[in-house]
């Protein structure tokens, strides 16, 4: 059911959410009182409306206006017609920056929110259906961006900066909120980056909140923090340099954390409910810096499973940090049968034409062998191919491309039939795409294969 949720939010996000336009640094914006609205019919000229009829395809736009001062900057109240405010910026106000309660289907993009006096920057109360986009909110009081009992909205691509002044306040919190997605959020120099919360404490409201490439250095306290939070997703999350706790869970259940990075955090994990929340997905885990392990087959997944703080166990911790795209996963660099894992770590099918497996030397920096992918190849999303070398490659033909695993042996540039490629103390493989560019750089050494 997760996954289903997962792929059908996703699917709306891509189609839903419209590119966002960055405005020129020469716009200058127009001063403007507090803008309060409480009813549709109050989307009005006087009220920093500069266009719109309040439906999907022409929704009222709030745009342009500088704030300054005032209780709150803008807040929106009990409306269901379709809005966006965009290129906005608040300033200095007494209680909160940004304020939607009781609202479905509105949009807050491409604002600035800084110096919140006494509240939170951004925040949504019992509002629905609302995508909350590169927003620049530094400087609150309390948390740069709050849900209270918000159900279904999209936080995306937004910078939360020095927020939470004061007690333990948050980049991002959501608290009593359900069926959220977090997008390339960068949540840094807050108490605490990102937090996921249960309304009353007993893990039913916090349902099916989906963390998914978010970025949360540098924090004093914790990165990412789940409370009495039950069927919440990490995925694809960057995790570093937080003074205390990496990613933290405490009394939360149901909890699926894969596909994320976590390094120079004081302690990278912790989890007072281990038994309860799975740190792998059955296949692949997370990348842990404080972890050296052994991937004898290649597959750039370790043999030992990492231990967390708690007794969660993540069976599949990788060898090499998480990245969104096509990736050199593993080599196995001992042995008649060498090879290197090729893994497609996006959401899409890529066609490997004219990319290049490269072998480089790692004091001369030159490239030694390079393998050239066959015309056409496709490499399914979540798919991966072994490229061989080696005496155990000697007259094997390449698998037909496009299944979800696959063997290469024929496209190896100058290297006698069944030559090894790999160095069996250190090396550099670099992957090549089309246009010539390095798409992605591994480092081995001898303690990675076997």
Excluded at 151 to 170: M, Q
Excluded at 357 to 377: H, I, K, M, R, W
């Amino acid at each position: 059911m997760k996954k289903v949720f997962l792929a059908a939010l996703l699917t709306l996000l891509i189609v839903s959410i419209p590119s966002i336009t960055q405005p020129e640094e020469e716009t200058t914006l127009k001063p403007h009182d507090p803008i309060y609205i409480d009813e549709n019919q109050n989307f009005t000229l006087e009220n920093g409306v500069v266009s719109g009829s309040g439906t999907e395809d022409d929704p009222y736009i709030i745009e342009g206006w500088e704030i300054i001062g005032g209780d709150f900057g803008i807040r929106i109240e009990d409306t269901d017609v379709y809005f966006v405010i965009r290129n906005c910026a608040v300033r200095e106000a007494e209680s909160n920056g940004i304020v939607l309660k009781k609202v479905i289907n509105g949009q807050i993009e491409n604002c600035t929110v800084q110096e919140v006096l006494r509240e939170d920057g951004i925040v949504l109360t019992n509002s629905h259906n609302c995508t909350v986009a590169d927003n620049l909110v530094e400087n609150s009081y309390a948390h740069g961006i709050a849900l209270f009992t918000s159900d279904n909205n999209v936080l995306k691509a937004n910078t939360l900066k020095s927020n939470s002044l004061a007690k333990l306040y948050h980049g991002i919190k959501l608290f009593g909120s359900s069926h959220n997605l977090l997008l390339r959020n960068s949540a840094r120099y807050n108490k605490i980056g990102i937090e996921v919360r249960d309304l009353n404490g007993h893990g039913v409201f916090s349902v099916e909140n989906i963390l998914l490439e978010n970025i949360a250095p540098d924090n004093e306290v914790d990165g990412i923090r789940l409370l009495h939070a039950i069927d919440t997703t990490l995925v694809g999350n960057t995790v570093s340099n937080n003074h205390e706790v990496g990613i933290r869970l405490y009394e939360s259940s149901g909890s699926s954390i894969y596909h994320n990075n976590l390094f120079g955090n004081a302690l990278n994990a912790s989890d007072s409910l281990a038994s309860e929340n799975q740190w792998d997905n059955n296949v692949e885990g997370n990348y842990w810096s404080d972890y050296s392990g052994w991937d004898r087959n290649g597959d750039g997944i370790s043999d030992i499973p990492y231990r967390i703080e708690g007794g969660g166990l993540d069976r599949f911790p990788l060898m090499r940090s998480w990245k969104p795209g096509v990736v050199v996963m593993g080599v196995k660099f001992t042995g008649p049968d060498e090879f290197v894992t090729v893994r497609n770590w996006s959401d899409e099918d890529v066609d490997l034409t004219a990319w290049q497996l490269q072998s480089v030397d790692l004091g001369t920096e030159e490239v030694v062998y390079a393998f050239l992918f066959p015309v056409g190849c496709q490499l399914p999303a979540n798919g991966k191919i072994r490229v061989h070398s080696g005496p155990a490659a000697t007259g094997r033909e390449n698998n037909p491309c496009g299944s979800p695993e696959m063997d290469l042996y024929q496209g190896w540039n100058d290297l006698e039939d069944g030559g090894y490629v790999w160095d069996d103390l250190e090396g550099i493989v670099q992957l090549i795409n089309d246009e010539g560019e390095v798409a992605d750089e591994y480092k081995y050494h001898w303690w990675m294969g076997g």
